[in-house]
């Protein structure tokens, strides 16, 4: 389930040690060291060079620090499915600090960015530990037989023990380009009685700015909705709720034509995959944005993927729901079964998000 990775050395990619098998680990900072959450992701960037043996700088650390690793077969599945051929997990991750993206999320997390702005790391709560410990081999399957998912790729899920602190964190994929601004950002469930969030649009939100949802090619549309079927039938299977469609919106500058070559481009892709029964390239993880329309003219391009999945439908849950589905519009509340979450999420799918030219 777990092993601990050592401050000396380290395991590559290509050779993952059984689950069960203990590494130990120390730190070579100072003796005694309270660990400092402004400097989170130093730290953990530190320690994760450190125990791979290629830390340059461990100022941060104490001498007696412990790093471990779960799941490491399963990662390293996903990461062989999913990295460009050549490109190396360890190496990306160690080879500059990691930037810090935003200092708290909803759940108190910290987001930060690999210096090649491929990977994102979060740190996690126990119980988001806990839940992706448990389903990531099943995940892992998923993955291999549906490989467009518009679900998080998780690449590794680690634990850092030092300074008087436990800290658990994640890597995953960077739905993002790194190549084009993005102009909005929307986190939509299917429910308008959200809390607001300064630079992230919610379902209210996109209703009155975007009514009429995101026009694309018919055969984009259909594509989406079958990607996401399959991937909300999973989460429903593994007793997940709550999750969000994540949609990032570049506007296309007319002038741009560079972005129109882009667009271009995709366009020959889906024509190309539209006469093979093969999934769309265009879709899922590297996305190269799908094309679509804001109000019939504005062209933008869209990055989509289903984000805060781990998110186990729990007996809090249970008596939450059962309280506010008994007030006026209580199935509007954003917390549902498992069942009830995924038909909601899927209407809006059909209804209201996406539609065809």
Known sequence: MAMEMTGQGGEGTNNIPNDDVPITSNGTGPGTITFDWNNSGVTLFQAFTA????ASDTSLLPKNFVLKRYRP?????VRNKCLRQGQNYEDDLCEHKWRLLLDTGESGSKYFLSANEDFIIKTIQDSEHNCLNDILPRLCHFLTDNPQTLLPRFFGLYRYTGGGKKIRFMVMNNLLPNHLQIDKRFDLKGATKRKTATNVGKDDEFLKTHPNGFEMDERYVTRLRELLELDCMHLRELGLTNYSLFIAVHEVDKDDEDEDDHIRVSNENLDEHSRSSQTLGLLGYRSRGVPARLCATSKVLLYIGIIHILKP??????????FKSMLPGGDDTPVQPPKEFEERFMRFVRDIWFKPQ
């Open 73 to 77: 077969r399963s990662c390293d599945i």
């Open 51 to 54: 125990s791979l043996g290629r």
């Open 313 to 322: 439908y729990t007996l809090r849950n249970k008596e939450e729901y059962l």
